[in-house]
Each structure stands twice: as structure tokens, then as C-alpha cells.
């Protein structure tokens, strides 16, 4: 484990555990009907997004998937309007527009989440190609977050290809939980170390235990660090795991082991993080706990400003669909 | 929205198609290098991407050898003066490179892509629909993509099923994705200067027909409104509707029913999403008779849309039922005599007014 500030450390487990009691609010909120429609949960997976966003700023570009709430968090937008997004109200990032799997925040270099299954991945790589452009790769790089259903995509092959001759500054991330809706990685995807595919595009490819935020750190620190050199992609394959189901009504009891889920759980991120911290004397016990009580309050206060929050007008149904448009975009009535 | 007379005026205020400026007879291909040049000096956002834009490399030094002038000729010269960075030669990747270049412009660079063959379109189509055209709205606003694809149209020449669609309504039924068709030099140089200075994503198609006919093109650079049309010959007794190569079509048409003393208008619509709906009701208003010409299949088409605006806005003015003169729901066929038939032509054009008149 490299050298970390306790100010990281504080980050790092501050924004872990957003993502996690964002996830567990967001659903309690879905069953309640509060939701306006589908939502992905990545709680078990906070690690992956917290350890690499770690070494980004707001100049750095990310594109994120359906599963992306905890991208979103990481990259550093707030959680009160993306709960209000995700209630469909006009106070979110997108004025209820987009919804859970459409969370953008430009302003924060987040390029919006995705919900064509690798579909982002060549939009990363063109934010890396404008660092590239415009000579900024050290202060500007692109993140593709993708899950190991994406790396069975045509696009995502492509985007690998374009990155490697070009020499962007990109890094492919893919948040590997083993499954594709229902159907398990070592069914849909031609190897077992997804890593091994970087060969192919002669470059860099590392297997990250992805429950664990000080080996994500340190991974994405080399790869982040390459990308602004100008020595070009990376590819990350970070193996963790979604403790809920695919979207918010589906119960994973039915094509995952117990077993399996308990194994992981045994290595949650956070608490992997609290016995490290706590054992190495680096964070005091008070000082996680009082971390968690500020997020608890947070989240009582997401929920609220997004139900307080108004709908947004109908005249939002036809506003952004082009910058200017000459015939009537309303439909024929 | 009123609507613009042929000449349209230029950016700058000068008359085009240009009696009183400075210009030149030049081919559609021309016109066409010429604009690219022009938009790469005014804006240096503006770069370029595409297979074979830069004609192969040389393996020793690395320098393009522009050994083709790129497909069709279109960025012939380009990489010489703008380099390598600025004019990307692409790997066969549709869908890759089309995606970066939406994440390019959501960044804020203006990429122009060159999609070679219009058949390529559906090897991209994922990246166009679900994220250059819906990025703005999805996120609400927070974000513009302006870039310009362009492609090869048409039957015609040869290329058999697969490089010769003209499947216009498949883009302009994308809402978020404006879509326009030159159909002379002229167009062509004011329409791709608008679509590369347009905010929001821009088709623009070339019918493979019209890059080596000639015509006049200003030499100072201009843009065209995208939205509008405009009138190719003004008459009293029929409207001919055309776009792209069709627009061509039509003219031919005019020309032979003028012969037989019928007098038909000829609306060229130069764009397909916006279009100019003011100036297909104002034109059957005055000939209450209208034929739609589209070398696009039948269902769905584009002849349909105008077909039904016209139907729906221009109703007590019709003299007869609008017709429509489009390819048949086939495939394009190898067959040079197959090809011919499946062509839309001023023949099957003028036929159709001389039924519909009675004669």
C-alpha cells in the first residue's frame, strides 16, 4: 500500500460509504414507489469507482454505464439532485430528464451514464482524443467505466484498438462482477483473466482485486499517471461484485450461490478498509463512525429535497432536443 | 419562416448563386475539398476523421502519402496542409470511431466524419442514435454535439446492394440529428459550411451521382440556412419535389413536360430534418398539383412525409391526389439495366404528371 494523506483516506471511505447508504436509500426510496422507473444498484462494488476517481479532478472526463449512481458520487456530484434525478424532479442533473441510468454532470467532467451496454466506452476515448488534440493529456484524461458483459461488445473492441494506435490518455475500467443480468462471466466471456485481452492492443493490461480500495488506488494511480505521461491506455480488470440484483426487482438468489455473495461480503470494501485503517493506526475508530453519521444525515437530506422538489413543466418535454431547430419538435395532434 | 428565393444570400450578405460575386464553375467534388479547406482554416476545433482520409502511410518515415485523395477525392490534399492530427485517418471501425467522435464533441472539439459509403451508416447507427442525437436531451441541455458526418449515396454506379442506399428517412426520423442533401456545387458548399458551424449533429449526404457534375460556386465562403429550400424553375401547372440527385431528376422532368407545353415548378428541399414546410404549401397553393421524387425506398420515405404535410396543410388547394415517384421496396440490384429501372428518372417522373393532368 503506497503512501496515503489522511485527507485521501478520509475521501476514500467518506465516498465509499456514500455510494453504499446512496444505494441503500435509492432502493428503499424505488420500493416505495418514489422512483419514477428502473434502477441498478452497485453497492459491493464502491471500490472500483472510489479508488480510481481518487486520482481525478473535474478536468478528467469518465463515462459511466447503467449501474452508474456510484460513478456519478465518485466523480463527485451531489447526491441530493441525483436522488431528486432518479425521482424524476427538476431539480436533478438532468431535470428529470434523463433518470438513473442518464446521471450527467458536465461541470464535473462525468460525460453521463450510459445504458447501451459498452456504448460509452468511444465516448471516453473521444474526451481522450480532445486532451490529445488540444496537448492537455497531464491535467485531462478519459475513464471508461464498463462491466464484464461490455467486453463481449463489438465497440468496445474497437474503442480498445483506436485508443492503442492512437496513444490516448484513456483507461479502460472494467468493473468485472461476474455477471450480465443473469448470465455469468465464465459462460459469456471467452477467458477467465479479461486482463490478458490488453495484449492483444500492446498495451498494459493488471487484474485488480476490486474489493479492496487500496489496490484499486495504487492500480489506477500507475495507469492515471502513464495516460498523463502520453504513454497512452490501460486497461483494468477489477474484479468485484453487486450485492443486489441486476435492476431493483430482481433477487439474484436465483442464479447466484449464497455462498458466493457471503464470500464476497466477508471481503466488503468497507469493512476490508475499517480493519486496515483501524489496524494500522492510520484512522481512529470515532473518526469512521462520525463519517458515517454526517452521510446518514446527508441521505434523510437527499431524500427530502427530492421529494420536496418540483416536477419539472411540460415544456421541458420539448426543450434540448437540438440547439435550434426550425420545424416544431411537438408531435401531431 | 419565410422562404428563401434562389439565390440564397450568403453569410456575409452577398448575393449567391452568385451572379454578382466572385466565382467559379467547378465540380461537386471540388466544392465540396474546397469547403472542408475553408472550415479547417476558420475554426481550428474543426479536424477530420475517416478511413483512408490520408491515403496510406509511408512505413519508414510515417508520413500519409494521400495516395487516393480519400474516398471519392473528398480530402484530396487536406493532411498535406493540415497534418496527420487534424486529418485522422481512421481504422475500419464505423462504430468506434463515430463514437469518439461524439465524445470529441462533447468535449469540445467539431469533428467532421467521413463515413465513406451512406450503407456505412448502420455499422454506426448505435453511436448517431443513442449518443449524438440524445446526449442533449438525456442530460437536459447541460451539452451540445457539434459535429458533421458525411457519406455516398445512391444507385447508379455500380456498387450493387450494399454501397448504394438512400435511406434518408432512416436519419431524419432521429430526432436530435439534422439531416440535409445537396443537389449542385452550389448547395453542397453552403450546406457543409452550415453543418460544420451547426451546433448540433449534421448528416450530410452525397448522392454519388452529382460529384462530378459541375456547376458555380462562390469563391468567398458562405453557408445556406439548414431548413430551407428553394426553387430550381418557377411554373404554374405542376410542383416536382425533389432532394439530392432527385432535385437533378426533376429539372430533366421540367424540361421534357415543357416540351409538351405543361409549365412545372421544381423545389429542390436541400434539407430533410428541419425542412421547409412553408415552401412546399406555398408552391401547391399556386399549382395544386405536386410530385414527390425520392430515390429512397417507398415506405416510410421521406415522399411519405411530404406527401402527408402536404395532404395535411395544403388539403383545399389539390387538384389531384400527391404523388410520389420513389425506388421500389427492393434492394439496389448490380444490373445495369436492373439499376435503371430501379432509379427514379425524369421519364417515370414526367409520365406521372401526364396521368395525372390526363394526357
Known sequence: ???????????????????????????????KG?????????????????????????????????????????????????????????????????????????SKGMLGANAIVGASVPLAVGAALTAKYRGNENESIGVSFFGDGATSQGVVHESMNLAAIWKLPVIFACENNGYAEATPAWYAVSTDDIASRAEGYGIPGVSVDGMDVFAVYDAAEQAVARARRGEGPTLLDLKTYRYHGHFHADDPKKYRKPEEEAAYKERDCLKLFEERVTGQKLMKAEELSSIRDAIEEEMEKAVQFALDSPMPTEDELYSDVYVNYSNPVAGLR | MTTTENPPQSSSGALGPGYDVPGQEMRYRD??????????????????????????????????????????????????????ERIRDAPISEAGFVGAAVGAALTG?????????????????????????????????????????????GAGTGHAAQHSESFYSMLAHIPGLKVVVPSDPYSCRGLLAAAIRDDDPVFLVNDKKLINLTGFVPDESFTI????????????????????????????AAEKLAEQGIDAEVVDMMSLSPFDEEILIESVQKTNRVVVVDEDTPRASMASEFAAIIADKAFDYLDAPVKRVTAPHTPVPYNRGLEEAFMPGPDDVAGTVLTMLGK
Not at chain 2, 439548414?226 to 429539372?251: F, H, P
Open chain 1, 1 to 31: 500500500m503506497a503512501e496515503i494523506s489522511h485527507e485521501k483516506l478520509t475521501w476514500l471511505y467518506t465516498t465509499m460509504y456514500r455510494i453504499r447508504r446512496f444505494e441503500e436509500t435509492m432502493l428503499e426510496q424505488t420500493f
Open chain 1, 34 to 106: 418514489n422512483a419514477m422507473g428502473v434502477t441498478h444498484p452497485s453497492d459491493g462494488q464502491e471500490a472500483v469507482p472510489t479508488g480510481i476517481c481518487a486520482h481525478l479532478t473535474d478536468k478528467d472526463w469518465i463515462g459511466s454505464t447503467h449501474r452508474g449512481h456510484g460513478h456519478c458520487i465518485a466523480k463527485g456530484l451531489e447526491t441530493d439532485r441525483m436522488m431528486a434525478e432518479i425521482m424524476g424532479r427538476a431539480t436533478g442533473q438532468c431535470k428529470g430528464k434523463g433518470g438513473s441510468m442518464h446521471i450527467a454532470d458536465f
Open chain 2, 31 to 84: 466544392a465540396f475539398n474546397k469547403t472542408l479547406r475553408d472550415e479547417l482554416n476558420h475554426d481550428p476545433d474543426v479536424f477530420l476523421m475517416g478511413e483512408d482520409i490520408s491515403g496510406g502511410f509511408d512505413k519508414e518515415t510515417k508520413e500519409p502519402l494521400d495516395a487516393w485523395g480519400g474516398p471519392f477525392a473528398a480530402t484530396k490534399g487536406l493532411v498535406q496542409d493540415f497534418g496527420p
Open chain 2, 109 to 153: 472539439l467539431r469533428p467532421v466524419v467521413d463515413l465513406m459509403y451512406f450503407d456505412f451508416v448502420t455499422v454506426a447507427y448505435d453511436q448517431l442514435l443513442s449518443n449524438a442525437a440524445k446526449s442533449r436531451y438525456m442530460f437536459a441541455g447541460q451539452t451540445k454535439v457539434p459535429m458533421t458526418l458525411f457519406a455516398r449515396s
Open chain 2, 225 to 252: 440556412e439548414i431548413g430551407k429550400g428553394r426553387y430550381l424553375r418557377r411554373g404554374a401547372d405542376v410542383t416536382l419535389v425533389g432532394m439530392s440527385y432527385t432535385s437533378v431528376v426533376c429539372k430533366e
